[in-house]
């Protein structure tokens, strides 16, 4: 089992940038792929980025491609979210997630395990 702890939300102004981390127990953390998701208010949670187990091969949505990067670092069990360009309508609770079996990365129900989240919010 895994557990995931996000940090690095916070109040950021339009334009600027947060970086999220989330730590991740446990001694098996590299067999996992790593995702970050996002749940804005009244709305469903859309995927935003994922990595594969060794960091070689990234996704991410096509709204954040070249403002995000995904990084992990399986020495430290941790993944990470570096958000540039911050849009108002970003605002949302941003998730990790754990998936040991995955095929395309981008789904929701293909992870297995999420943290509580944290929460970014974009001010105009």
């Known amino acids: 089992q895994v557990q995931l702890v996000e940090s690095g939300g916070g109040l950021v102004q339009a334009g600027g940038s947060l970086r999220l981390s989330c730590a991740a127990s446990g001694r098996t953390f590299s067999s996992y792929v790593m995702g970050w998701f996002r749940q804005a208010p009244g709305k469903e949670r859309e995927f935003v980025a994922a990595?594969?187990?060794?960091?070689?091969?990234?996704y991410y949505a096509d709204s954040v491609k070249g403002r995000f990067t995904i990084s992990r670092d399986n020495a430290k069990n941790t993944v990470s979210l570096q958000m540039n360009s911050l849009k108002p309508e970003e605002t949302a609770v941003y998730l990790c997630?754990?998936?040991?079996?995955?095929?395309?990365?981008?789904?929701?129900?293909?992870?297995?395990?999420w943290g509580q989240g944290t929460q970014v919010t974009v001010s105009s």
């Open positions: 990595i594969r187990r060794s960091g070689g091969s990234t």
């Open positions: 997630a754990a998936a040991l079996h995955t095929i395309a990365a981008t789904r929701r129900y293909e992870y297995d395990y």
